[in-house]
C-alpha cells in the first residue's frame, strides 16, 4: 500500500479515483490517501507512512448518555417555573 498527502484542487483529489483504497479529508485543500496499483506520483504528492495515515483516521466518538427519570424533570420544571417567576418579578418590580 502507499500512502500520501494529495491536493484538493476545486474540491477534487487530485487523482485518478480507481486506484483509491480510502481517503480523508484533512483540510480545505489537502486529503490522505491510501492507494493501491498503478499510478502516476505527482510533485505535489507528499509520501507519508502507514503509521501518520492512521493518525489521521477519525476516532470513534462516544457521546455521553444520561437518562433522565421523571422526578428530574419535574424537578428541573419547577426550578425553571421559579426562575421565571424571579424575573417577572424583578422586571415587574413587584
Same mark, same amino acid.
Given at each position: 500500500?502507499?500512502?500520501?498527502?494529495?491536493?484538493?484542487?476545486?474540491?477534487?483529489?487530485?487523482?485518478?479515483?480507481? $486506484?483509491?483504497?480510502?481517503?480523508?479529508?484533512?483540510?480545505?485543500?489537502?486529503? $490522505?490517501?491510501?492507494?493501491?496499483?498503478?499510478?502516476?506520483?505527482?510533485?505535489?504528492?507528499?509520501?507519508?507512512?502507514?503509521?501518520?495515515?492512521?493518525?489521521y483516521?477519525?476516532?470513534?466518538?462516544?457521546?455521553?448518555?444520561?437518562?433522565i427519570?421523571?422526578?428530574?424533570?419535574?424537578?428541573?420544571?419547577?426550578?425553571?417555573?421559579?426562575?421565571?417567576?424571579?424575573?417577572?418579578?424583578?422586571?415587574?418590580? $413587584?
Amino acid at each position: 500500500m502507499n500512502f500520501y498527502i494529495v491536493p484538493i484542487l476545486r474540491n477534487i483529489l487530485d487523482i485518478n479515483n480507481d $486506484v483509491i483504497i480510502e481517503a480523508m479529508a484533512i483540510s480545505k485543500t489537502k486529503a $490522505v490517501i491510501k492507494l493501491n496499483g498503478i499510478f502516476e506520483v505527482k510533485e505535489s504528492w507528499i509520501e507519508i507512512t502507514e503509521e501518520q495515515f492512521n493518525q489521521y483516521k477519525l476516532q470513534e466518538i462516544v457521546y455521553p448518555t444520561q437518562e433522565i427519570t421523571m422526578e428530574e424533570l419535574k424537578e428541573n420544571q419547577l426550578i425553571l417555573m421559579g426562575a421565571i417567576a424571579d424575573l417577572y418579578e424583578t422586571i415587574a418590580g $413587584v
